[in-house]
């Protein structure tokens, strides 16, 4: 089965692509699209999902920004790593490798995670790179740790055994095979919330059933295991937080504790009806979001010192 989407849900033919060397030779899939000076955004996808996950916010970011997308390590064109390679550290690593390659030195940059690509920015937060291109950081549809344990997927009282159901779904080796009327539906009750339009529960469940398996269990593992709650704490760019209501792989009192833990938190936006693919199911909600942070935190920052020369 073909890794990537069909051409009609694609998201525009980037202006460049290029593959990236992360700290442990792994070579990460970046794409780059819109101007090349304009202000720029990065997108991290999350578990299981691809570049084509960001299609809305690459369709209309594009035409008046620097939008750069990667494919995490085993999803979409990245190759799947060899052993050692799953962590919360190989992540951070391949996000710093792509800021590196694609932002020049001390250029500010919107970063945008969503799901495990939340996760990813916050196991970078102590690191240099991050710091140095963080204008803002948007987190979507995220949680630090206990992810097994409050998890909603499983409808059962809130317990070790629950919590042991959960991690051996998420590390499950089973194949998902093609996409079909029932898979669809398992798809939806698991990540999505019940108004989904049917075309996006489709697009979704196509990204999905694209993930090598191999990807799919080993970073399954790790997502059981995680705990990068401390991390949060030292995420020190401006950071906005977006939950839906009906999300039961990362439910919303993981982005609140989270939004309460923040050092620069730019509050909570929870949005209702909508499960955890928040920038497929609530496209415009997120672009806006990151549409509001550039001008925040690029666009009138980059223009503050000119205004006073200006003057001057």
Same mark, same amino acid.
């Given at each position: 089965?073909?890794?990537?989407?069909?051409?009609?849900?694609?998201?525009?033919?980037?202006? &460049?692509?290029?593959?990236?060397?992360?700290?442990?030779?792994?070579?990460?899939?970046?794409?780059?699209?819109g101007p090349k000076d304009a202000p720029a955004v990065v997108l991290a996808h999350g578990w299981t999902c691809n570049t084509h996950f960001w299609a809305a916010q690459i369709r209309d970011l594009a035409?008046?920004?620097?939008?750069?997308?990667?494919?995490?390590?085993?999803?979409?064109?990245?190759?799947?790593?060899?052993?050692?390679?799953? &962590?919360?550290?190989?992540?951070?690593?391949?996000?710093?490798?792509?800021?590196?390659?694609?932002?020049?030195?001390?250029?500010?940059?919107? +970063?945008?995670?969503?799901?495990?690509?939340g996760m990813t920015l916050m196991a970078a937060a102590r690191r240099p790179g991050l710091r140095e291109h963080a204008a803002a950081v948007l987190l979507c549809s995220t949680g630090s740790d206990r +992810?097994?344990?409050?998890?909603?997927?499983?409808?059962?009282?809130?317990?070790?055994?629950?919590?042991?159901?959960?991690?051996?779904?998420?590390? &499950?080796?089973?194949?998902?095979?093609?996409?079909?009327?029932?898979?669809?539906?398992?798809?939806?009750?698991?990540?999505?919330?019940?108004? &989904?339009?049917?075309?996006?529960?489709?697009?979704?469940?196509?990204?999905?059933?694209?993930?090598?398996?191999?990807?799919?269990?080993?970073?399954?593992?790790?997502?059981?295991?995680?705990?990068?709650?401390?991390?949060?704490?030292? +995420?020190?760019?401006?950071?906005?937080?977006?939950?839906?209501?009906?999300?039961?792989?990362?439910?919303?009192?993981?982005?609140?504790?989270?939004?309460?833990? +923040?050092?620069?938190?730019?509050?909570?936006?929870?949005?209702?009806?909508?499960?955890?693919?928040?920038?497929?199911?609530?496209?415009?909600?997120?672009?806006a979001k990151l549409r509001e942070l550039v001008t925040r935190y690029v666009t009138e920052r980059t223009a503050a010192p000119a205004e006073k020369e200006d003057v001057a």
């Amino acid at each position: 089965m073909s890794r990537l989407l069909h051409r009609d849900d694609a998201p525009p033919v980037p202006a &460049s692509e290029q593959f990236v060397r992360s700290a442990d030779g792994s070579r990460i899939h970046v794409e780059l699209h819109g101007p090349k000076d304009a202000p720029a955004v990065v997108l991290a996808h999350g578990w299981t999902c691809n570049t084509h996950f960001w299609a809305a916010q690459i369709r209309d970011l594009a035409a008046d920004h620097r939008v750069i997308a990667y494919d995490q390590r085993g999803h979409g064109l990245t190759p799947e790593p060899g052993p050692g390679g799953y &962590s919360p550290g190989a992540l951070a690593d391949d996000l710093e490798a792509v800021l590196a390659a694609t932002l020049a030195p001390g250029r500010k940059a919107v +970063l945008a995670g969503h799901s495990m690509g939340g996760m990813t920015l916050m196991a970078a937060a102590r690191r240099p790179g991050l710091r140095e291109h963080a204008a803002a950081v948007l987190l979507c549809s995220t949680g630090s740790d206990r +992810l097994t344990a409050e998890a909603l997927v499983l409808p059962m009282r809130a317990g070790a055994f629950r919590t042991r159901l959960t991690a051996a779904i998420l590390g &499950s080796g089973a194949p998902l095979g093609p996409v079909t009327p029932v898979s669809r539906k398992i798809l939806k009750y698991v990540t999505m919330g019940a108004g &989904s339009a049917p075309e996006r529960v489709d697009a979704c469940a196509r990204i999905v059933h694209a993930c090598p398996r191999r990807a799919r269990v080993g970073w399954g593992h790790v997502l059981a295991e995680l705990d990068e709650a401390a991390s949060v704490r030292e +995420l020190r760019a401006p950071t906005a937080v977006i939950a839906g209501t009906e999300d039961r792989l990362t439910p919303p009192v993981h982005a609140r504790a989270i939004a309460a833990a +923040l050092p620069l938190g730019l509050g909570l936006t929870e949005l209702t009806g909508v499960g955890h693919m928040t920038p497929m199911e609530a496209p415009e909600a997120v672009t806006a979001k990151l549409r509001e942070l550039v001008t925040r935190y690029v666009t009138e920052r980059t223009a503050a010192p000119a205004e006073k020369e200006d003057v001057a």
